[in-house]
């Protein structure tokens, strides 16, 4: 697996992959992906890295990365639906805290995200907050 750096050039890609990672964790986003690629424009002429996890010729998934801010921040991470149960996400993340050359990162897990929170907390997360919101009519 090879870890490689993304530009703005990829914004669309990194988009079709956080419109399935947003389907996948039943996020409330209802962005498409135009909106999404041009989100991504923004978080990367910023404070955001983002990272493409690769084999061969294929993408597996990818990392969004804030890096100006100690620890770092995973707003996202996402292994392609046709590349898990293989540790394959196990094995990028791993690779990607070695290219960061960091030993403690911060993530946010939707609460709704039931396989999301049991794959962090085999890779050793643990809860250290709540963040909760108040939406129109509950």
Excluded at 20 to 38: H, P, R
Excluded at 87 to 100: C, D, Q, S, V
Excluded at 112 to 128: C, V
């Amino acid at each position: 697996m090879r870890i490689r750096k993304c530009g703005i050039e990829d914004s669309e890609k990194l988009a079709l992959l956080n419109k399935q990672l947003i389907e996948d964790e039943k996020s409330d986003n209802q962005m498409n992906v135009a909106e999404l690629a041009e989100r991504m424009k923004g978080f990367l002429q910023k404070e955001y890295s983002a990272y493409f996890f690769e084999a061969d010729d294929s993408v597996l998934g990818y990392a969004l990365v804030k890096t100006d801010c100690k620890p770092l921040y995973l707003r996202q991470f996402f292994i392609a639906r046709q590349y898990r149960r293989q540790r394959l996400g196990t094995e990028a993340f791993h690779a990607l805290m070695n290219f960061l050359d960091a030993d403690t990162i911060d993530i946010e897990v939707l609460s709704r995200n039931e396989a999301g929170k049991r794959f962090w907390e085999n890779l050793g997360f643990n809860e250290i907050s709540r963040y909760m919101r108040k939406s129109p009519g509950r």
